[in-house]
């Protein structure tokens, strides 16, 4: 399984859109797909159409990461209701709000990995972190094989993209990092392609092909489907590009594996 957390040192990037995003393209692809909903928001949970109620949450789980207490807290996502275990969900938690301290000890960051541990029946983990770097985040990084770190064209994000590759790039044996995405991009502004020049100039080819701010992501999202289940063009112009960011996903199946991974 490729374990990718989804990341942000900012709030309103549009972070669980990208997540959704690729859960659509993983979906159309067949690859099967577990998101592990760390926000506290839980808004990836609510974007999937969860809506089976079950016994435990990503909290119970980060508390308690026994195979019982992980294997309840997955629910199947709505739009898959007759595939059964091609998308599930870690339910979110506003709970998880509770373990986002930046100061938590080693061992408690290590509780997420090992219920991932014992949820290895899918091709694909997708984790939705919180915009922080806090415990949550750094849970994930812990679990995880690569780290996309999702931004937009904005100067405070230029400088929060810095600190999440900084922070990434002291952890012992860390993830690898899978690439810097622009999210909500437009074109047309001149402050935007600035700072998408400034981004590229800073991180090189680590900066990925940016993603266009388009209202079919907000209309999939409303109507309670995966953007490749809508027909417009300009939705399906979208749809490509999420399975263009989500062949660079599967890539880390073939990167050299970490000390921690073998652990």
């Known amino acids: 399984m490729i374990t990718m957390a989804v990341c942000s ?32 928001q839980a808004d990836a949970t609510s974007g999937l159409d969860v809506t089976a109620q079950r016994e435990h949450d990503v909290a119970a789980v980060l508390r308690t990461p026994k195979r019982r207490v992980a294997e309840s807290s997955v629910a199947p996502s709505g739009w898959v209701d007759d595939h059964p275990g091609l998308l599930d969900v870690v339910t979110g938690s506003a709970a998880s709000a509770r373990l986002d301290a ?8 290590d509780g997420l ?6 949820l290895d029946d899918h091709e694909l983990a997708l984790l939705d972190c919180p915009p922080s770097l ?9 679990a995880s094989d690569a780290v996309l770190v999702v931004s937009d064209a904005s100067r405070f994000s230029v400088a929060a993209v810095g600190r999440t590759l900084d922070e990434v790039a002291a952890l012992r044996s860390g993830p690898r990092v899978a690439g810097v995405l622009v999210n909500r991009f437009s074109p047309r502004s001149g402050e935007q392609r600035f700072r998408l020049e400034e981004l590229r100039s800073l991180f090189g080819p680590l900066v990925l092909e940016p993603l266009p701010d388009r209202v079919a992501v907000p209309q999939s999202q ?6 490749h289940a809508l027909r417009p063009v300009a939705a399906r112009r979208v749809a490509e590009q999420f399975d263009r960011l989500l062949d660079v ?15």
Do not use: C, I, N
Request: aromatic share 2%.
């Open 9 to 40: 040192a900012k709030g309103g990037v549009g972070k669980t859109s990208v997540v959704l995003g690729l859960a659509s393209a993983a979906l159309h692809r067949s690859v099967s797909t577990l998101v592990v909903d760390l926000d506290p």
């Open 134 to 142: 806090g415990g949550l985040t750094r849970s994930a990084w812990r």
């Open 113 to 118: 990995r090992r219920a991932l541990r014992k």
């Open 222 to 227: 409303g109507a309670g489907k995966p953007l």
């Open 249 to 263: 996903v599967l890539a880390q199946r073939a990167a050299p594996r970490t000390s921690r991974d073998s652990a």
């Open 102 to 109: 930046p100061d938590h000890e080693q061992a408690d960051l």
